[in-house]
Structures are given as C-alpha cells and as structure tokens.
C-alpha cells in the first residue's frame, strides 16, 4: 500500500518546455487535488477532481491542465512553462475519515 | 472565496514553553479546521482537526479551539520540544475542499 506517490520528484525546465506531473494513488479515494506551495503563501489549490472522468478548476487554475482518466490518477500538465510555475506541488486525496493527505511533492524549477 | 490569514508568520519559543499561532476565516459555511505540520522537505500532515459542532479539541499537547462567532481558530502546543520545530498550516473549508493560511515557522530554542 504505497497510498499517495508522486513522479517525479524533482524536475528542471526551460521556459516554454511542456511536461506533465502524475499522481498516482491506491486506496480507492474519489476526490484527488493538485496544489502548489510557494514560500509564504501557503498552499494554493490549481485543480481537483471529485471522481472518474471529472475536473475542476481551482484557485489557480492558469497555465495548468488536469485529466483524471482512471480513478486511481491524476495528472497535471504544463503546456509550456513559465518561471512563475517554479514551485513544489503537491498532489492530495480525501480520505474517507474525511482527512486531506499528501503526496510526498514534485519540486519543479522552470528557467 | 474562502480566505484565510494566519499569524504570527515566525514564532520562536524557548523549549518547554507554550506556542500560539491564530488563524481567521471568512466564509460562514466553513464547516472544517485542520492543522497541518510540514518538516523541512516532507509533505504537510494533519496533526489535529477540529469540525465546526465542536469548541476545542485536545490530542496530548496540542489543542486547537474555535470560535465560530468571531471565525477564529487556534492552535496551542505546550510544552514545546525540539522536535516541534516545523512550519505549521491551518486551513478552513467544507467536506471536501480547503482552503490554507500561508504558514506558521516555529523554531523551538533549546
């Protein structure tokens, strides 16, 4: 039971390179999250899911896209990168003791 | 939407004492108030959380309080230890989306 992973850890881009971020988790959960943290602005929401073949948009949502195909994943993608997107993110499930947890997060630097 | 201050942004204690760090929210509906620690390089982790039926809520030397009147919460760490240095987060929000305060380093001085 690996519950939330998240790959890759660790990423460098240049500006205008596109890439995408999975998040992958096996406890079955319906609702999954992707998040940024940034130095002082704590964690922002970019997009959500709450099951199979669903998105949403966030609080910021720009520059970002979500699918969510098999309800296992969800991916994050960045059609091309900015140095605004430099940026640890972090993927999330709700539990079903109505818990947020946290994937272990990608550091993402974009030149 | 959902905002969410938190303060002090750094607070330094000496070891043994108590710690504070206070958050408010705006939205009326917010039925949910998490805390979350994050060690350096690790993932945020719930350490405490408090619904919105309930007034204060205790787990060994943490506590968080509520007052949903004036859409505040707490969170009370006594007897702080080294190991208690951390960046800590609150965070308001319905059953299933939150929205986070910007942060809270807590350094725990020997």
């Known amino acids: 039971n690996a519950g939330v992973t998240q790959t890759p850890k660790f990423r460098v881009l240049k500006t205008g390179q596109s890439m995408t971020l999975l998040c992958a988790q096996d406890?079955?959960?319906?609702?999954m999250y992707w998040y940024r943290q940034d130095p002082g602005m704590g964690l922002r929401l970019i997009h959500y899911?709450?099951?199979?073949?669903?998105?949403a948009k966030g609080e910021v949502p720009d520059g970002y896209n979500v699918s969510r195909l098999k309800k296992q994943n969800f991916l994050l993608g960045l059609e091309s990168a900015a140095p605004s997107q430099t940026s640890v993110y972090f993927c999330a499930t709700w539990t079903v003791d109505n818990e947020q947890f946290f994937g272990p997060g990608t550091r993402l630097t974009v030149l | 939407g959902e905002n969410v201050e938190q303060h002090p942004s750094t607070l330094s204690v000496q070891e043994g004492d108590s710690a504070v760090i206070k958050c408010t929210y705006s939205d009326s509906a917010s039925n949910y108030f998490p805390w979350y620690k994050q060690e350096l390089g690790k993932r945020p982790q719930l350490i405490i959380d408090i619904r919105s039926n309930v007034g204060e809520k205790k787990d060994q030397r943490i506590a968080v309080t509520l007052n949903k009147t004036a859409k505040h919460f707490s969170l009370h760490i006594t007897e702080t230890q080294p190991e208690d240095s951390a960046v800590y987060f609150c965070?308001?929000?319905?059953?299933?989306?939150?929205?986070f305060g910007a942060g809270t380093t807590v350094t725990v001085r020997a």
């Open positions: 406890m079955n959960h319906e609702y």
């Open positions: 899911s709450v099951g199979e073949g669903t998105t």
């Open positions: 965070a308001s929000g319905d059953d299933y989306k939150l929205s």
